[in-house]
Structure formats: C-alpha cells, structure tokens
C-alpha cells in the first residue's frame, strides 16, 4: 500500500500507478492479501462489491492519509472534518475513475438509454430496470459522513446480505452535482411485502433489533443499520 500511496503522490494516476492498483486489487481477489479492517465476512463481502470498489477504497484511503500527514507536517492536532475527508476522497476517486475509463459524465441518460427506465427513487439511490434483465441498475448517492463510509456500507451489506450483492461498476455526479456510485443489484421479484414481524425475525438473525424510536431502524450497539 505504501508504494502505491507513493506513485499517486508522485505520478498521479499514471499508467505505472494504476497498474500498482491493479496488481493489489488482484492479490486481494485471490487471497493473497487482506484489507486489515475487514473480517473474514467482511471481507468477501468486499471482494463481491467487485474491483471497482476495491480500487476506489485504496484511493479513499490514500486522501485520508494525505490529510492526516498535512496535519502533522504542520503540527497541527487538528483530525481532519468529515467534509474536508470527503471532499479529498470525492476529488482523488473522480481522478482514479477518469483514469480508468469508469468514469461517466452523463450516466442518467446513458443508463436509461442501455439498461431501462427508472422504475423507483428514494434517499439513497435511484433505480433503473429493463424487463427480462436479472439485475438492476442503482445511481447511489452518499447518505455518509465521507465517501468512503459510503464504500464501507457496502461492504458490510453484501456481508450482512449476500443474497442480494452490490457490485460497484463506476462513479459519476449527478445533475444536482452530488457524487454518486454506479452499482448492479439482483432484481428481486416479490409477490407481497414482508411484515414488520417478519422483518424483525430477519434482521434479528443478523445481529441487530428494533430500537424501539418507532422509525423503523434497527441498532446493533451503537451502530445503526
């Protein structure tokens, strides 16, 4: 990791850089190296969000840590903000993505165009499906603190829920300007809603409960899911 923070310091994203990428990306695919702050569920529900997130979470890292060290060259006891980690982690992936030809400028209208209309919207993510397709597609945007928060939730859905895997397939800003992760999605057909009762049995076998504000969300500790 500290050679490829090196070269991105250095060279940007050159070609020698993101083939430094690459090759971790590769490692971490098959098995030969692990992201440290992820368990082993975590860890395969990182590696089914595909390469894209993988690549986009090592440079979420780097921003982190060019800030962290601006900090201390400067003696400054200062942690750097929310806003200023995610404006440095939006800034540096958008970079990464453009490299690497993920990167899409005018992805509502592309993705209606290919893959469907949008068929629901709510605070999270836009949706779009074509029939007879086994996927959706999701424009997500960052509900967050950082963006690399918002890379971690998906991590820990697709291990909290790997019937249902988010796999990351690139980046644009949407027309408001809010940064947004491209993502595929099984479509789920369903004959009925689930019941709360049901839903509470569910997320129980997972570790979490109701935590009784009457909101509908649910709290394993302090952390809210």
């Not at 050159?14 to 590769?26: C, H, R, V």
């Amino acid at each position: 990791m500290k050679l490829i923070f090196a070269s991105i310091h250095d060279d940007g994203f050159s070609d020698k850089t993101l083939q430094l990428i690459d090759n971790y990306i590769n490692n971490i695919l098959n098995g030969k190296t692990n992201l440290t702050q992820f368990n082993q569920s975590e860890h395969a529900g990182l590696c089914c969000a595909g390469e894209v997130l993988i690549g986009a979470y090592i440079v979420c890292n780097y921003a982190r840590s060019c800030l962290e060290a601006s900090a201390n060259v400067t003696a400054s006891k200062t942690i750097p903000s929310n806003w200023e980690i995610d404006e440095a982690q939006e800034r540096f992936v958008q970079q990464w993505a453009e490299a690497k030809h993920i990167w899409f400028a005018n992805a509502e209208k592309d993705i209606e165009s290919e893959y469907g209309l949008m068929i629901a919207q709510g605070a999270e993510a836009k949706v779009y499906y074509k029939d007879g397709d086994t996927s959706v597609i999701k424009i997500r945007t960052s509900i967050y603190a950082t963006l690399g928060r918002a890379l971690e939730s998906i991590v820990l859905h697709n291990s909290l829920f790997p019937e249902t895997p988010m796999n990351v397939i690139g980046f644009t800003r949407d027309s408001d300007g809010l940064f947004r992760s491209i993502l595929t999605q099984p479509y789920i057909s369903c004959s009925r809603l689930a019941t709360k009762a049901e839903i509470d049995e569910m997320v129980a076998r997972k570790g979490f409960g109701d935590n009784g504000n009457g909101q509908g969300r649910y709290a394993s500790g302090k952390c809210f899911y």
